[in-house]
């Protein structure tokens, strides 16, 4: 039955069955887990954004998971995303979005002198110097990564995730190895399931609508092992 609802979602007459299909997949849920460093997690459901369709069931349980661990520390989340799933107390960076505990400011620009146990991002920077297919800085994402990196206390974390086969930057970043990530988590979607992948699994689909999203990266960096990268 999974595979069938999550084959009818891509059809082009979705729109008209959205209500009926949003109903069962929230009451029903079908379940499913996401594995994550020896952790068995609950996909997750959520109306807003319609996180079935979406990297959203992925991401959410693994970012979630992290927060607890840092609980009571110093957090910063650059994009205006977890609050629409959970309630949170911790500051927000969005260069357009609004909100309670949101900062309206260019990341790259946001200067602050307070250091983080942990700054993370969700499908996020795969969007900085990247805007309706067109690459507007290939520096940038690094420069971001950068400036993550700088805002952490010494034995801070950066964590991040983002599409892949959106922004040819951010794909090029991890084919050669651009970036030293810690930890690394390749996500794939196949017959309708999230799976832990390999990395040479990974085809970098091309995905520019959200239901067409097949990849999804997390990565983490500890800033005990910096290194500045660059383009």
């Known amino acids: 039955m999974r595979n069938i609802v ?6 082009p007459y ?7 299909m949003a109903w069962y997949i929230l009451n029903v ?9 020896g952790n068995f997690l609950p996909v997750f459901y959520h109306g807003y954004n319609e996180t079935w ?16 661990e840092y609980e009571g520390k110093d957090v910063l989340e650059v994009g205006h995303v977890l609050k629409h799933y959970l309630p949170h107390a911790h500051l927000t960076i969005d260069k357009y979005e609004r909100g309670p505990g949101v900062v ?15 700054v993370f991002s969700i499908s996020t920077f795969e969007h900085i110097g990247f805007n309706y297919q067109e690459v507007k800085g290939r520096e940038k994402p690094y420069q971001a990564i950068n400036k993550a990196m700088s805002m952490l206390k010494s034995d801070g974390l950066f964590a991040i995730s983002f599409t892949l086969g959106y922004n040819p930057v951010m ?8 970036v030293a990530f ?18 040479d699994m990974i085809e970098y689909l091309c995905c520019h609508d ?15 092992h910096r290194k500045d990268t660059k383009e």
């Open 104 to 118: 309206n400011v260019d990341f790259l620009e946001y200067n602050n002198w307070k250091k983080y146990d942990l």
């Open 53 to 68: 369709l979406n990297e959203r069931q992925v991401e959410i349980p693994i970012f979630k998971l992290l927060l607890h």
């Open 182 to 199: 810690d930890r690394e988590y390749f996500y794939k979607r196949l017959n309708g399931r999230w799976q832990l992948v390999h990395k």
């Open 210 to 224: 959200q239901r067409d999203t097949r990849e999804v990266f997390i990565g983490m960096i500890y800033n005990c």
């Open 171 to 178: 794909d090029d970043m991890l084919k050669n190895n651009k």
């Open 29 to 37: 849920k079908v379940p499913d887990v996401v594995p994550f460093d």
């Open 6 to 11: 999550q084959g009818l979602l891509h059809y």
């Open 14 to 20: 979705y729109k008209a069955i959205r209500p009926a």
